[in-house]
């Protein structure tokens, strides 16, 4: 991912200047093997922002409809390391992938409210994921990024743009594993808390 390589430095070094970024937490984020980031989402400029402030390389899981906005696009986001799902289709093929990807001892980022919301509705992929992996989550709360783009100028507007990176925590220790069911909904639970506010 020599692109990625690319575009994240001059991300990091390029954001900061041009808005009012502050990052915390970034420690949290485990230096090796497998981590799942999940974030709250309001701008289509979340994934650069959060991609900009993880320390590690993030493997975004993104809606199919992504890669039919031309050849162009789809080819640069591939090349980012997006991996398309479809999110009308059926739920494992979604978690194949996360699975694939976390067994490679990768970061994989979701969105698990599925889309640019401010309801804080969040789906059960993610809790899915962490408890079928058993991969730490990190959850990562975004604020500021909404309305900072301006698609008609191509400009960024600056305001103050916060990512707090919590605390990680292992899928094992939230509910009991035995109670699938159950489990799914503790961890969700866990994930809430910190990226609803």
């Known amino acids: 991912m020599l ?6 430095v001059v991300a ?12 915390t937490g970034a420690e949290n984020v485990p230096r090796s093997g497998p981590v799942l980031l999940v974030s709250n989402h309001r701008s289509y400029t979340d994934p650069v922002v959060l991609g900009a402030a993880c ?19 789809k080819g640069l986001i591939r090349a980012l390391g997006c991996v398309s799902i479809r999110r009308d289709g059926h739920a494992s093929s979604t978690v194949r ?12 980022g979701l969105f698990p409210e599925g889309g640019i919301h401010t309801t ?15 991969a730490p989550v990190v959850p990562v709360h ?8 301006d698609p008609e100028a191509y400009v960024l ?10 605390k990680s925590f292992h ?14 909904e503790h961890v969700l639970a866990a994930i809430r808390t910190h990226i609803v506010r």
């Open 157 to 166: 507007r600056a305001r103050p743009v916060r990512v707090e990176f919590g």
């Open 142 to 149: 975004l604020s500021g990024t909404r309305g900072m783009y």
């Open 55 to 73: 320390p590690r390389p993030v493997r975004y899981l993104g809606k199919s409809e992504l890669f039919e906005h031309g050849r162009l696009f």
């Open 171 to 184: 899928p094992h220790d939230v509910g009991d594993p035995s109670k699938p069911k159950e489990h799914r």
């Open 12 to 23: 990091r070094l390029l954001l900061p200047v041009v808005l009012d970024v502050r990052v």
């Open 120 to 134: 804080g509705d969040l789906k059960g992929g993610a809790a899915l994921i962490a408890a079928r992996t058993g």
């Open 97 to 108: 992938r996360a699975e694939a990807l976390l067994g490679r001892g990768e970061v994989v």
């Open 3 to 8: 692109l990625y390589s690319f575009c994240h």
